[in-house]
Structure formats: structure tokens, C-alpha cells
């Protein structure tokens, strides 16, 4: 705004700056600019001005070509910048005129390059807002509708900027999602609304008394009209089969603002219209198509066909007033050469020849004098005069026939293509009934081969029952074998103990011996060393007794005594030694003999382990045999049932077979690693028996829950779902015949097996219902989002209310002002306790959130109670629908347009959503839980606002209805009876009527509850809701 304030000091030069500063030798690419530039500003101020006419077409279209050899909108801003646009009308009404064209026409940068001055087309449509005559309130309006188309196409890129797009590029548009075909619809509603104010206040600005479309001044306000005409037509078409497909995936009810809003639109539309198509302006430049006398009826589906695109045309020659054609001078003589020859010849014959040969000759020309050549030539000039005029109307006859026969062809193609578009419809609608009647055809098939297949299904489960006692029977006998070689196995242990014993015995008396006999050489050797220690000194006494021999000549008897004894003693220690020699020797025999007992005892010993190992390993080779023999068996008859139709009427799920394949991986694992720690130690066969035997079961209930999922599935996916069913039974059979041989079990690989699961498992996710067709990390963002989107509606609601309450206050009196203040302010009570019910929901999850997911994050405790996490996103959806469509009943009651009723259906509506999210919220809660407490009090307090909106609701329904009084004094008795039998037929057919509804109100609730189950991917063929949904029916009955 201050850019464009700033523009009005500056407007002598209107020319941008650029111009003049550019170089003399800039090069042939910069002249080219500056004259494209000129070129561009002169048209552009030419096309803007501040006279009141009508913008030139020629002015118009240059500005639009500038667009496209420029590839965007800089130089139309920088000159439009400098424009006075805030302080004449005249001149920015223009400037929308031509900005409008340039978004529908010109090259798609010019949104890009307009977004930037967004802010300022809102502050002058504001400022132009407060002047209410003249061009100020069109230009606010218009305005708006600019920044409103701006926005609309920035957020759906899709749609170009002339809105023409075919059927499959509006369904692309959409993405095939109901949610954003709802969304867009709701802006088409307001993109359309501007349109239909801008066109709505033009009219009203004119004096339609006058014929104001011949003047100037009435031409500059209507010919903007012809880009809003053109709009209509298409959001018009949009509209309205983007509500035929919402009504074909969801409930009428919840459409009921939509239709309001249609039908108002189109009475609005349809009158415009009407009134535009008879001034004189829109007839020479627009044919401008009549809406139906009647709205499509939306409820029928079939009303589709019926519909016929509204088409506008616009004549190629009459696009603008000042594109008619001009004859210049120069064309007045325009003759060939032929012609100017014949008419030589003409006169050479009249004249004769000489005269062409000699003009200086007037004597000899064939005796015809001065007068007679004058008047001859003055009636071939008047003859040429009349062939002119006539060769002029003739061209413009030949102009008008073909604009006739241009517009006639407009009109052929526009007939052609509704035509086509009829054709269309019908072979769709054609398709779809023969689909309808090939589903139902199937049904009676599949319904006959069930009741076939019956008797079948049962003699079949008795015979399973049977070979189940027989496997129960041979797994007890296998049991009791088990158990007697585990009591055998522990007699032999206990016997290879009590040898162990013994020979641990035999060692330690062994080695008592060998201590006793090295204890009894010592004591001989320190002896044997005593007695040589004592003849040592006894000779050395002997040496000193014979030295002293003389003086003791008197002791020698007493010292041969002594010698004597000493030599007895000795004699008795040899014999002492000999003895222990002897019994040495004895226990040494002792000890050998003991050594061949215990030698003889451990081969014994050996021999009966050896034995007992290879028992052993007979029975475990036994076990895995005849375990490996009854997997195949399971698995083999599971594959053998597989062709069989006996799961024809069972009801298989995606997510059943997921889960299912995800236990089977889990099993091989653990089957790889019992196997590994088998072959590691043979006796550990437990793990490895329970494990092949689970093996079984698993992949059987496998095969299962692909022939019931295949049978519920398309053709295609039903096939390689089955295909690779098979090819899995056959990879484990082999996998378990690899588990017999030991020279070939290290080589048991379960790679194939786990492809096979691997291409089941994605066949499974690909037929996913849609419900789940999103990454289960992004359900804890998408359950905080709905939250948040629940709680933003309940706060929009709240404002929306109190701003009704204001207006009511301000524009209302007496018992009116009375009734919707106890009603507003019911609503705004009963918004309160849902925002008080959310917030302990919130609690009560955050709660349930942090108790039950452990180590876990939160993202993964969504995503691992997906179905619990679902119904939260329902739940909080419906509520924060609910509060939307009650605020709008309650505008309509205010204003006095709406029914009273609406709005009591609308609060139960909101308590029963409430009770859902209650039920929802509940279901993983602890019993005992303060926040579980919290919540259901907050729910007691919805239920008591509820009532509090319906009871207000009844009181100011029975304080403006006005009662009559009925008078029956002046009646006779005829005519009483005559009213009582009137009143009795009246009565009968509302109670008719009411239960007619009653009956439509059932099946209602039933094909939403059975929408709610598909959208929320609960399994088919159950019969039980969900409990949170089940509540949540009980509460709204």
C-alpha cells in the first residue's frame, strides 16, 4: 500500500525506469526487450485507464501474449505498480478486468508471480470496502474474488487458470480420496459464492430500467462479467458431479449442508443467468447457456445421466466491439488483372483500336463525336459505381454468412460434445449395471456351492476329529517310549556311578599302600644309616680301645658283651626288613589283581555306555523321524484341501494372514536354532521336536488363510496368492525331508521358504483393506492431528456461536432475542463440556500411551494396537463434525430459516460422537483409573448439556409457534363430524408417515455402519461392531 500510495506523486511518468537507463550498444537482445517493454506499457496503460469504457480487446490480448513471450507477470507489475489504483475507482476496476483475464488466460507464472502482491490486493479491497457508491464496493468485491481465485489455485494446482479440465483429470484431482473430493467441494462452494456477489452487486448497481448495456458507462461495469460467466459455468459442472460421487460414498445426512448450499447457489446462479442472456451487450459477444428448471437430484444416482454441462460460447469475429472489420480506401478499386483486360477489351471494341494507338487523333473514331464518348463513358462509370455497391454487398453477406455459419458450428460442437458426454455416462452406467449383475450372480453361485459343499465340510471335520485321536493316541505311546528309556538311561547312570565309586576307592587304598611302603623304606634307610653311623664310631672307639687296649686291659669283657649285643641287634632289624620286603611284595599282587578287576570294569563299563549312546541315538533318530513324518502329513493334507472348496463360506482377512506369516518366520528361527544346538549336542531334542511339529501346524493354518484370503480377493492376486501357497508347502516338505539323513542335515537350507513367505506376505499387504492402506508410524501423528483438528472445530464452533449471539443481540428484540440467547447459550454450554471431555481424553490417553508401551515409543504403541488407534481418528472425526453441523443448524434457527428439530437431531448426534470417544478412549484404560474417573464425568456433563440444548431448544420452539384457538361454537353437528373423520385420516397418515421414516432411519444406520466397518477395515463377515462403536449406538439410542 505505501508502494502504491507513493505511486500517485509519481504518475507523469508512467514509462518504469528501466527503460531509460539502458545502454546505447546494449546488443539486438536488449533492444528487443526495451521494445517489447514499450510495446508492453503502452498497452497495459492503454488497457488501464480512467475513462469509463470497456477495455479493448486488442489491449487485453497483447497484455496476455506479453505474458506468455515473457513466461510470467514482472513487466505487467512494474508498470501496474506505478498506477494510482487507491485513488481511482475507474481505474482499478479496470485493472481487475484485465488482472482477471491474465489469470485465466495468460501464462501459468502469473499466479507465481502475483502471490507477492496478495497482502496488497486485500488492504485496497479493504480501503475501496468504505465507500459505498459508485465503483468502491464493486471494486472491494472484486477484489476479494481475485485473492479468493489466487488461493484457490494455489491450493489445488490441478486446475488451470480457465478452469477447463476433463472428468479424469477432476477425479486425479482428487486423488480418489472422499475426504479431499468433501474439501474441494467446500471451496468450489466458496469460489462460486464470490463470483455470484460480484456478479449480484453489478446488476444491482445499474438502473436496468434504461438501457444501460448500449452505454459506455454501463459496458465498463458489464464486460468484466463475461470472465465471471465463464467461471460459473465451469465450478457450476464441477459442482455438481463432485457431489454425486460424495453421495455415492457417503451417507445423505451428512450431505445435507452441501445440497442447502447447492440449491441456494443455483437459484441465485440460474437467475443471473436468465437476466444477463436478455441485455443487448451479452448477445453479440456471449451465448450464455440456461441453467435446468429443477435441480439434480442428488439422492438418485441415476439423475447423473440426466445432468447436461452447461456450455458458454463465444464467437471467434464478435469477441469485442472493436474488433469489426473496416474496409479501407485503398480496397474500393481492388480488380485483377483478367478484369482490368476484359474491360480494355470492352472499350477498344466501343472506341476502336485506333485510339489506343493514337490518342492525338479526334478525327477518325469511327464517327463518333465528343458528346456521344462523353456520355458513354459517364454510363460505364455509373455502371462500374452500381457493380462496386453490388460487389460490397455482396462481401458483406458473405461476412455475415460466415459468422452465421461460425456460430452455427460453435453451437454443433457444443451439442456434439454433450452428446458425448451422454454417451459417456450411459456406457459407464451400462458397466456398472453389468458389474452389479455379475457380483450378484456370483453370490448365488457361491451361495449354492456352500449349501453343496456342507454335508462335506462336516463328514471332512469328523474325519479330522478321528485322525486327531489317532495322532493323540500315537503321541501318548511315543510319550510312555520316551519316558522308559529316560528311566532306563537312569539306572545305567546310576549303575556307571557306583563303579565310578568303586574304582575311585581301589585308587585312594592304592595310594595308601604306596604312601605306607615309602614311609616303611625310609624308616629302613634312616635305620641302616643309624647302624652305620654307630659302626663308624664303634670302630673308632675299637681304634681307641686298642690304642688304649693296655691301659684298659680290665674292661675287655665288658666291651666284647656289648659288641655282641649290638651285633644281635642288628641281626634282628635285617630280619624285620626282609619280613616288610615280603609283605611289600604281597600287597603289590594285591594291587595288580585290583587293577585288572578295575580294567575288566570299565570295558564292562564302556561296552554298556556304548550301548546305551547308540539306544540313544536310535530313539532321537526315531523321534525326528516319525515327528518329520507327521509334519508332512499335516503339511500335505493342508495342501491337499487347498483345491478342495470346503473354505468356501470361511472369511478370510489380510491381516489374519500377515499375522500368521509373521508366527511362521518366527518358528523357522527357532527351528534353525534348535537344529543348531542339536547338532551340538545330540541329546538336546525337545526344543527340536516342538519346533518341527510347530512348524507344521503353522505353515497348515498358512495354507489355510491363503485359500479363504484368495477366495475373498481379485482374480489376479487370488492367483499368486495360491501360487505362492503352493511353492511354500513344497519348499518346507523339502526343508523337513533334509532334517532325516545326517549327512545331509547341515545342508538344509530355509532360504526358499523364507522367499515364499516373503512373496505372500506382499501379496497380503497389497490386498490390505483401505482403511489400512497408510504406514503404520504415522497412526500416533494422525491421532495427535485429529485431536488437534477436533479440538481447532470445537474453539471455531464456540466463536462461530458467539458471534451469532452479537448479532443476535444486536438485530433481534423481544421473545426472539429471548429464544436464541437460551439457545446460543445451551450451544455454547454443551461446546464447553466437549472441550472439557476432550481434554481428559487426551489425559486418559496419554495415560493408557505411557502405562502399556513400556521401552517402547509412543509411535509404536499406535501402530502396534492399530484397530484401537483407528477408532480414536473415527471417533474424534465424528465430533468435531458433529460440532460443525450443529453450529450451522443453530445459524439457520437464529436467522430463521432452520428447523428446530435439526437442532435437537444435531445434539444427540454430538452426544452420541462423544459417547463414541468415550468408549474409544476407555477400552485399554485401567478401571481404577482417576483420569478414566474424570472422563466419564465429563461425558455425564456432554449428556446434561445436551438435554440442556434440547430442552431450551423445545421452550423456544413452543414460545414462537403460534397456537390457534379453536373455536368449534358456530360448527354443526355435521360439520364436527365431518372435522373429527378429517382429523382421523390426518392422524393415520402421519402415523404412517412416521413409521415409513422410522424404517428409513433403520436401514440408514445400518449402510453407515456397515461404510464405518469398511472404511475402519473391520473383518467381513462379522456380525459383532466394534465395542467402542457398539457403545457408542447404545448411548445414541
Not at 480512467?50 to 515473457?70: M, P
Not at 469511327?366 to 453490388?390: C, F, M, P, T
Not at 680290665?554 to 649290638?566: D, I, V
Request: aromatic content about 6%; overall charge negative.
Amino acid at each position: 500500500m505505501d508502494r502504491m500510495a507513493s505511486s500517485m506523486k509519481q504518475v507523469p511518468n508512467p514509462l518504469p525506469k528501466v527503460l531509460s537507463r539502458r545502454g546505447v550498444g546494449a546488443g539486438l537482445e536488449a533492444a528487443e526487450r526495451e521494445s517489447f517493454e514499450r510495446t508492453q506499457t503502452v498497452s497495459i496503460n492503454k488497457a488501464i485507464n480512467t475513462q469509463e469504457v470497456a477495455v479493448k480487446e486488442k489491449h487485453a490480448r497483447t497484455c496476455i501474449l506479453g505474458t506468455h513471450h515473457e513466461k510470467g507477470a514482472q513487466t505487467f507489475w512494474s508498470v501496474v505498480n506505478r498506477l494510482p489504483l487507491s485513488s481511482n475507482a475507474v481505474l482499478c476496476w479496470k485493472f481487475c478486468h484485465v488482472f482477471h483475464k491474465l489469470l485465466r488466460d495468460g501464462h501459468p507464472n502469473v499466479l507465481k508471480d502475483s502471490l507477492r502482491y496478495r497482502n496488497d490486493l486485500s488492504d485496497m479491497s479493504r480501503m475501496w470496502g468504505h465507500l459505498s457508491e459508485g465503483y468502491g464496493q464493486l471494486c472491494s468485491i472484486y477484489l476479494k474474488l481475485l485473492r479468493t481465485k489466487m488461493e484457490y489455485h494455489t491450493k489445488n494446482p490441478r486446475f488451470p487458470g480457465n478452469l477447463q479440465m476433463s472428468d479424469r483429470q477432476l477425479d486425479e484431482a482428487g486423488e480418489s480420496d472422499v475426504n479431499n473430493f468433501f474439501q474441494l467441494t467446500v471451496e468450489m462452494f466458496d469460489y462460486l459464492e464470490c463470483e455470484l456477489n460480484l456478479f449480484q452487486t453489478v446488476f444491482n448497481s445499474l438502473d436496468m430500467s434504461r438501457s444501460v448495456s448500449v452505454t459506455t458507462a454501463g459496458q465498463c461495469r458489464l464486460a468484466p462479467l463475461i470472465q465471471v460467466i465463464l467461471d460459473c459455468s465451469h465450478l457450476y459442472d464441477y459442482t455438481v458431479k463432485l457431489l454425486f460421487k460424495l453421495h455415492s460414498c457417503l451417507p445423505a445426512d451428512t450431505l445435507q449442508g452441501h445440497r442447502d448450499r447447492f440449491m441456494e447457489q443455483f437459484t441465485k446462479l440460474k437467475d443471473l443467468f436468465y437476466r444477463s442472456s436478455n441485455l443487448q451487450y451479452f448477445k453479440r459477444l456471449i451465448q450464455i447457456p440456461q441453467l435446468p428448471e429443477n435441480p439434480p437430484n442428488f439422492l438418485r444416482a441415476s439423475a447423473l445421466s440426466e445432468h447436461i454441462s452447461p456450455v458458454v460460447v463465444i464467437p471467434v469475429e464478435a469477441s469485442s466491439p472493436d474488433s469489426e472489420p473496416v474496409l479501407e480506401k485503398d480496397d474500393l478499386m481492388d480488380m485483377d488483372p483478367s478484369q482490368q483486360n476484359l474491360f480494355d477489351n470492352k472499350f477498344d471494341d466501343i472506341f476502336g483500336s485506333s485510339f489506343s494507338s493514337d490518342p492525338f487523333n479526334f478525327n477518325s473514331q469511327n464517327g463518333v463525336n465528343r458528346d456521344e464518348k462523353d456520355h458513354l463513358i459517364e454510363r460505364l462509370y455509373r455502371e462500374i459505381s452500381v457493380l462496386k455497391a453490388q460487389l460490397d454487398n455482396v462481401k458483406t453477406e458473405g461476412q455475415r454468412a460466415v459468422l452465421q455459419l461460425k456460430g452455427r458450428i460453435s453451437e454443433l460442437e457444443a451439442e456434439l460434445a454433450e452428446q458425448r458426454h451422454l454417451r459417456q455416462q450411459a456406457a459407464d452406467e451400462c458397466e456398472f449395471l453389468r458389474a452389479e449383475l455379475d457380483e450378484l450372480r456370483r453370490q448365488r453361485e457361491d451361495t449354492e456351492k456352500a449349501q453343496r459343499s456342507l454335508t462335506e465340510i462336516e463328514r471332512k471335520a469328523q474325519a479330522n476329529e478321528q485322525r486327531y485321536s489317532k495322532l493323540k493316541e500315537k503321541y501318548s505311546e511315543l510319550v510312555q517310549n520316551h519316558a522308559d528309556l529316560l528311566r532306563k538311561n537312569a539306572e545305567v547312570t546310576k549303575q556307571m556311578s557306583v563303579a565310578r565309586q568303586a574304582q575311585v576307592d581301589l585308587e585312594r587304598e592304592k595310594k595308601e599302600l604306596e604312601d605306607t611302603l615309602e614311609r616303611i623304606s625310609d624308616q629302613g634307610q634312616r635305620k641302616t644309616q643309624e647302624q652305620l653311623e654307630v659302626l663308624e664310631s664303634l670302630k673308632q672307639e675299637l681304634a681307641t680301645s686298642k690304642l688304649e687296649l693296655q691301659v684298659l686291659q680290665s674292661n675287655l669283657e665288658t666291651s666284647a658283651q656289648s659288641e655282641a649285643k649290638w651285633v644281635a641287634q642288628i641281626t634282628d632289624l635285617e630280619k624285620e626288613r626282609a619280613s616288610l620286603v615280603s609283605s611289600v611284595a604281597s600287597r603289590e599282587k594285591e594291587l595288580s589283581a585290583l587293577q585288572e578287576q578295575l580294567e575288566h570294569a570299565q570295558l564292562k563299563l564302556a561296552s554298556s555306555e556304548e550301548s546305551m549312546c547308540q539306544l540313544k541315538k536310535d530313539q532321537r533318530k526315531m523321534l525326528l523321524v516319525e515327528s518329520r513324518k507327521s509334519a508332512e502329513q499335516v503339511i500335505q493334507e493342508a495342501l491337499s484341501q487347498l483345491e478342495e472348496p470346503a473354505l468356501v463360506s470361511c472369511a478370510g482377512s489380510a491381516d489374519h494372514l500377515l499375522s500368521t506369516v509373521k508366527s511362521v518366520s518366527s518358528c523357522i528361527d527357532q527351528l534353525e536354532k534348535s537344529w543348531s544346538q542339536y547338532l551340538a549336542c545330540p541329546e538336546d531334542i525337545g526344543g527340536l521336536l516342538h519346533s518341527v511339529i510347530l512348524l507344521a501346524h503353522l505353515t497348515s493354518d498358512t495354507i489355510a488363510h491363503c485359500s479363504t484370503t484368495s477366495l475373498r480377493s481379485p482374480p489376479e492376486p487370488a492367483d499368486s496368492l495360491t501360487e505362492a501357497c503352493k511353492e511354500y508347502g513344497r519348499e518346507t516338505l523339502i526343508y523337513l525331508a533334509a532334517l532325516e539323513e545326517e549327512g545331509t542335515a547341515e545342508n538344509a537350507d530355509s532360504t526358499a521358504m523364507r522367499n515364499c513367505l516373503s512373496k505372500i506376505k506382499a501379496i497380503g499387504e497389497e490386498l490390505l483393506p483401505r482403511g489400512l492402506d497408510f504406514k503404520q508410524e504415522e497412526l500416533g501423528d494422525l491421532v495427535d492431528k485429529e485431536m488437534a483438528a477436533t479440538s481447532a472445530a470445537i474453539e471455531t464452533a464456540t466463536a462461530r456461536i458467539e458471534e451469532m449471539l452479537s448479532k443476535s443481540r444486536a438485530g433481534d428484540t423481544g421473545v426472539k432475542l429471548e429464544v436464541n440467547e437460551r439457545i446460543l447459550g445451551s450451544c455454547t454450554g454443551l461446546m464447553q463440556a466437549i472441550q472439557v471431555l476432550i481434554a481428559a481424553s487426551k489425559d486418559l490417553q496419554r495415560e493408557i500411551v505411557e502405562s502399556g508401551r513400556g521401552t517402547a515409543s509412543p509411535k509404536e504403541f499406535y501402530a502396534k494396537n492399530s484397530r484401537w488407534t483407528e477408532g480414536l481418528i473415527s471417533a474424534s472425526k465424528a465430533v468435531g463434525w458433529g460440532a460443525t453441523v450443529m453450529v450451522d443448524a443453530a445459524d439457520l434457527v437464529v436467522q430463521g430459516r432452520g428447523k428446530f428439530e435439526e437442532l435437537m437431531v444435531c445434539s444427540h448426534e454430538i452426544a452420541a460422537s462423544t459417547a463414541q470417544l468415550v468408549a474409544a478412549s476407555k477400552v485399554k484404560a485401567d478401571k481404577d483409573s482417576p483420569n478414566l474417573a474424570q472422563l466419564q464425568q465429563a461425558s455425564r456433563g456432554v449428556n446434561q448439556a445436551t438435554a440442556g440444548v434440547v430442552a431450551s431448544t423445545i421452550s423456544g420452539k413452543s414460545q414462537i409457534e403460534e397456537t390457534d384457538n379453536m373455536d368449534f361454537s358456530g360448527m354443526t353437528l355435521t360439520q364436527i363430524k365431518r372435522q373429527e373423520m378429517d382429523s382421523q385420516v390426518r392422524v393415520l397418515e402421519l402415523e404412517n408417515e412416521l413409521q415409513k421414516e422410522r424404517q428409513k432411519l433403520g436401514e440408514l444406520r445400518k449402510k453407515h455402519y456397515e461404510l464405518a466397518g469398511v472404511a475402519e477395515g473391520w473383518e467381513e463377515g462379522t456380525e459383532a461392531s466394534p465395542p467402542a462403536l457398539q457403545e457408542a449406538v447404545t448411548e445414541k439410542e
